[in-house]
Structure formats: C-alpha cells, structure tokens
C-alpha cells in the first residue's frame, strides 16, 4: 500500500525564520498529495495539495511541490510566525485510503 | 455552523466499560471516516463508510463498531473498554469516497474526542 515518511520533529523557529518540513511517498501510481496543519487542542484542516507532477500548492505563505522524480513533496515557509506553531501531516491518496506521515510539531518562538 | 461535529469532547471512563462518540456532518458529504490519533500524533485510519456502507476496516480490535444509520453520521462504539484504547478519536468526511483513484480526497475533520480510559 501507499505509505508517507516525513521529517521527525519537533521543530523550534524563530519568528522569520524559514521553516522546512520533507516528505515523500511510496505509491503505486501518481497519488494526490496533502499538507495538513492540526493547531493545538483542533483538528487536522488541509493547508495545501496538488494532484499531479510539478503542481504546486500553496496557501498562508505555505508552498509545496509534487515531485515525481524524487518522489517529494517538501512544506515549505519562508518566514514563520508564532501563529504557525502546530503539527503538520503529509499525505497521499492514490491507493484506496488516505496514508498520513507520522507528523511535525512546529513551534515557532517569538 | 460546525462542518463535522463530534461529541462528546472529552470521555473519561473505567476500565471495561462500554462507550460511544457521535459524528455528525452538515456537508452534505457521503463518506465518513474514524481515526485514531495516540499520544505521539500518529494518525491512524480505523473505518470508513460510503452511503452508510463499510469500505474500509482497518485492523481494529472486535470491540470497535461503527455505526451510520444515515450518510450525515458515523458513531463510534467501544466495548470493554482497555488502557491502550486512550487517544484522540477524530471523525472526518470527504465529497469524495475512498476506493477511488485518481480523485482528490479532500477530508474535512472534527475537533476531536480526548478518551482516557483509567
């Protein structure tokens, strides 16, 4: 089946600073690929996706691209806010569900 | 109006005891879906239901049942309840079914239900 490994956190940011999160997939196929954001005490919300090779997805400053040769699909910011601290989930759909990464916790200091 | 509603939010229980946590979704969605998230975020799926039917059954104990008398709901049933069944539960729906390829699944999640079993 599909499976997603991302980068192992946690991570803590300065205010401005630029914040990387890796991920890559394993499918059969070309899966559509995910960032979800869980702010704390919340549930997960999609921050981002894209559904086939060199899409990119981006939204609150937030960017990513669908990488079919490397099989990546890197979070990207490129100045954090406190407001940015939270875990953040990779994932893909192309097999019959939707596999998440273990997930990043991100805090972002002041 | 909250988009996928899931009660209650906490759930603190003993040991053996039988419990539920309800989901409701107002999205007009046909899929529905339970996860189970435990203390180091990890996220697993347990169920999925299309149309009030089954479509993924994860490898979960017996004692979980889930349950959608309707496509807006999905209830979660725990019998006999056990330390290691503590975690976050979150319910989630998509327009989209699982058991499609080549279509975007975006799920829409619930706030979550913290059980502690004690």
């Known amino acids: 089946g599909d499976s997603v490994t991302q980068m192992e956190g946690p991570v803590t940011l300065s205010e401005e600073a630029f914040l990387t999160i890796n991920c890559t997939y394993t499918?059969?196929?070309?899966?559509?690929l995910f960032w979800y954001v869980q702010y704390p005490g919340e549930g997960l919300q999609l921050l981002l996706k894209?559904?086939?090779?060199?899409d990119k997805g981006s939204n609150k400053g937030f960017e990513a691209t669908y990488r079919k040769e490397t099989t990546s699909f890197h979070l990207e910011k490129g100045s954090v806010q406190v407001s940015d601290s939270a875990v953040y989930f990779c994932a893909a759909h192309g097999d019959y569900k939707l596999s998440f990464g273990a997930g990043t916790t991100v805090t972002v200091r002041a | 109006d909250t988009a996928v509603s899931q009660t209650p939010k906490y759930l603190v229980t003993q040991m053996g005891n039988d419990k539920s946590i309800k989901c409701e979704q107002n999205?007009?969605?046909?899929?529905m879906y339970w996860y189970k998230q435990d203390s180091k975020k990890f996220l697993k799926i347990m169920f999925s239901?299309?149309?009030?039917?089954?479509?993924i059954n994860e490898t979960v104990p017996n004692r979980f049942s889930p349950k959608s008398p309707d496509k807006a709901h999905l209830n979660l049933h725990i019998n006999s309840l056990e330390l290691g069944d503590s975690a976050v539960y979150f319910c989630?729906?998509?327009?989209?079914?699982?058991?499609?390829?080549?279509?975007?699944?975006?799920?829409?999640f619930g706030a979550g239900t913290r059980l502690s079993v004690l």
């Open positions: 999205l007009g969605h046909d899929t």
């Open positions: 499918a059969t196929g070309y899966p559509s």
């Open positions: 894209a559904t086939k090779a060199d």
């Open positions: 989630a729906s998509s327009q989209v079914g699982s058991g499609t390829r080549h279509t975007v699944n975006i799920q829409y």
């Open positions: 239901y299309n149309n009030k039917e089954l479509i």
